[in-house]
Nanobody
């Protein structure tokens, strides 16, 4: 059974940092794409970042490029999202997701989802 479990969310002041983690289990993810999405109150879920586990290539939404970094730890079967220079508009529920194959920016392409971790940025 595939499981994705997020952690690391919290309350931080604008300009601060957080590191989110997504622990994955249930199968080998070497041929999967691992992504982070977020949903702010009253808004649609949006793509944040994605990593292709096979070669480590990464892609980001324009709104977070240069501030957020997605990475993986093969030994721990964990994907991270480092959030720097946080802004109040980054406040959202952040989800980890997985799909078999190369990356996609569409949430509907992902088969597996975590429960989400809340990030709140105060001004």
């Amino acid at each position: 059974q595939v499981q994705l479990v997020e952690s690391g969310g919290g309350l931080v002041q604008a300009g601060g940092s957080l590191r989110l983690a997504c622990a994955v289990s249930g199968r080998t993810f070497s041929r999967y794409a691992m992504a982070w999405f977020r949903r702010a109150p009253g808004k649609e879920r949006e793509f944040v970042a994605v990593l292709n586990w096979s070669d480590g290539s990464t892609y980001y939404a324009d709104s977070v490029k240069g501030r957020f970094t997605i990475s993986r730890d093969n030994a721990k079967n964990t994907v991270y999202l480092q959030l720097n220079s946080l802004k109040p508009e980054d406040t959202a529920l952040y989800y980890c997701a997985a799909r078999y194959g190369r990356h996609s920016y569409a949430a509907t392409e992902y088969s597996y989802w975590g429960q989400g971790t809340q990030v709140t940025v105060s001004s």
